[in-house]
DNA sequence: GCCGTTTTCGGCCCGACTGTTTTCAGTCG
């Protein structure tokens, strides 16, 4: 898959061009960027089913940048790329990513102090070099040295699963400070994007300035970036940015729509808002000064002629196409789930007994689960021989004269190298859900890989493909295989795949997720917990759905439990 | 470089905070 590859590649040649001083050029580089990377399907493919042609429908990407695409395909090099990155010392570039830095302040840190690397900008900035050229001064200096602090500190995106319930807390603390009236978490966050670069909170309080005094001084915060009157920037502890943002409560509606995003989401609004002969910014929408609304995000929808959009799906991907013609769908609600299909216990890696994880996940409400250890080769973690398995199984009959919900029997079951399974068709058949998953060959080619997967869905006793990319956020690539033809094999054969909801997999992620409901395939939307806490990562599992357009009538654990059972017994 | 129910040329979202400024440019989100 290509797509990241072009991506960054065109990040890179904006930032260069910005350094050049090239106005509108760069905009367009990261737009196309920002489009290459929320595209489902690789570029090769678009590539090779439509040509250029079908580059140029890729919202962002023209004449100019499809045909560079087009030759990065052909070739493996893009010459306008290797022309501008060579134009520039390739520390220089690096420079831009120092938070205080900009492409202007690194040109100059390069034309007059021949600065041309992180390292040359450290001892430039201890030596007190800086604060001689024009525009820097001490404090420009300072706050060079601590940016180049917060990137070493590698802050870079941290997890949905971990900044959720931080931001929570934040916004819980915050309400309590006198004079707020309300606190809400907003930013990508809000959208429940896979992973967050910081975390956005907005408050409204009659009392700016002690909501700013609070925030700055938690004892979280490493150091504070910006404090105003009703602004603020820190960097937490743990290296995430977070910011709060105070406004008046007839503004709270605009500002959450405005800091909940995503940009090109706001940037279409704001266009419609222009058209109508408004103004919309994150204090409400304006008509000729005067205003409008904006005190809920609802009526700002509304006077833009749409109706309200959920944060999940704001992210310039046609709903606002979708709204437009009120053709939004009806994603899937929070509370839909049923039942866990996905859960380890002691009997292999799982911290918890049968009996522990069941009385959990009936304290949630849900109607069923399955329970469903490792199979025999997952060694590491303790995988089962079929010797095990009959006492595993024998476990879950006695757990389930004891609860009032359904536990169904089942196993996470190696895919093998040739695609075989970890357990003979005897065995499979006395459980009641086979689940595949794919540990290991993380480096195999394509068409072995996508083979191997064909073959373990060609198994009769197999329910859902877990897992299915085996992608780790930040830390493994996915799986390389043609994810169309299993998507279309398995809707086929009536297999699902799975929204794995551990923090780190995401696996379908959002994208895949609405691929594969467009394939014909059911989605299981599971948690893989392995201790009685993981059982709340559903609400992650659901976002990506939501996020991928799901509706509740793919899923099949919101399903009622002898429906579900219908589609087990394939 | 992209894009078009006001445009195939001339637009391209909008505002807060900071520092070094004597009124604003740069950076950020």
């Known amino acids: 898959m290509k797509n990241r590859e072009i991506a960054s590649m065109f990040y890179e040649m904006a930032d260069v061009l910005e350094m050049q001083g090239v106005d509108w050029k760069p905009n367009a580089f990261r737009k196309a960027a920002r489009s290459i990377e929320g595209l489902s399907a690789p570029i090769e493919q678009v590539y090779a089913k439509g040509g250029v042609k079908a580059l140029m429908e890729i919202p962002g990407i023209g004449q100019a940048l499809s045909s560079k695409i087009e030759e990065f395909l052909k070739t493996g090099k893009m010459r306008e790329f290797d022309k501008l990155v060579k134009s520039i010392p390739a520390g220089v570039e690096e420079m831009m990513h120092v938070p205080s830095l900009g492409p202007k302040k690194v040109m100059v840190l390069y034309k007059k102090l021949r600065i041309k690397s992180l390292a040359e900008l450290e001892s430039a900035a201890k030596a007190g070099k800086l604060n001689k050229l024009a525009g820097f001064g001490a404090k420009s200096e300072q706050h060079i040295l601590r940016g180049l602090g917060i990137l070493k500190q590698g802050a870079g995106r941290s997890l949905l699963g971990v900044a959720l319930p931080l931001a929570r807390e934040f916004a819980e603390r915050l309400s309590q400070v006198p004079g707020v009236k309300k606190a809400e978490p907003a930013g990508s966050l809000r959208r429940m994007n896979e992973s967050v670069g910081d975390i956005d909170i907005l408050v409204i309080s009659s009392k700016p300035e002690k909501v700013m005094d609070f925030f700055t001084n938690m004892p979280e915060v490493q150091s504070v970036l910006a404090k105003g009157p009703t602004k603020s920037t820190v960097i937490l502890k743990d290296g995430i940015q977070s910011d709060v943002r105070v406004l008046d409560e007839k503004s709270f509606g605009a500002a959450l729509q405005y800091f909940t995003g995503s940009k090109d989401h706001n940037i279409i609004l704001r266009q419609i808002a222009i058209k109508k002969g408004c103004k919309l910014s994150e204090y409400g929408l304006f008509k000729k000064d005067r205003y409008v609304c904006g005190r809920n995000e609802k009526e700002v929808y509304a006077k833009l002629g749409l109706p309200y959009i959920e944060p999940e799906l704001r992210e310039n991907q046609g709903e606002i196409e979708a709204a437009l013609k009120h053709k939004l769908p009806k994603i899937i609600p929070y509370d839909a789930i049923s039942g866990d299909l996905h859960m380890h216990t002691k009997w292999s890696d799982g911290l918890h007994t049968i009996e522990q994880m069941a009385r959990a996940a009936e304290k949630m409400g849900y109607k069923y689960i399955a329970i469903t250890d490792h199979s025999k080769s997952q060694h590491i973690a303790h995988g089962m021989e079929e010797k095990r398995l009959v006492q595993y199984l024998k476990e879950i009959d006695k757990v389930q004269d004891k609860v009032k919900i ?52 060609s198994n009769p006793h197999v329910n859902i ?45 959002d994208a895949l997720a609405r691929r594969a409901v467009e394939l014909g395939c059911k989605l299981s939307i599971d948690t893989d917990s392995h201790a009685v806490d993981h059982l709340r990562f559903m609400e992650l599992g659901i976002a990506q759905a939501r996020r991928g357009w799901v509706e509740t009538k793919d899923v099949i654990n919101a399903w009622p439990l002898a429906k579900l059972e219908k589609f087990l017994c394939r």
Do not use: M
């Open 465 to 509: 493909l877990v897992h299915p990319t085996g992608r780790l956020i930040n830390q493994r690539d996915p799986l390389d295989f043609d994810f169309d033809k299993v998507a279309s094999f398995a809707a086929k054969q009536g297999i699902a795949l799975e929204i794995d909801s551990y923090p780190a997999r995401l696996d379908l992620k």
């Open 406 to 457: 359904r536990i169904l029997k089942g196993s996470e079951v190696e895919v093998l190298a040739d695609g075989s399974l970890d357990y003979s068709d005897k065995i499979l058949k006395q459980l009641d859900i086979v689940l595949a998953a794919v540990h290991s060959g993380f480096k195999a080619p394509r068409l072995q890989t996508t083979k191997r997967i064909l073959k373990a869905l």
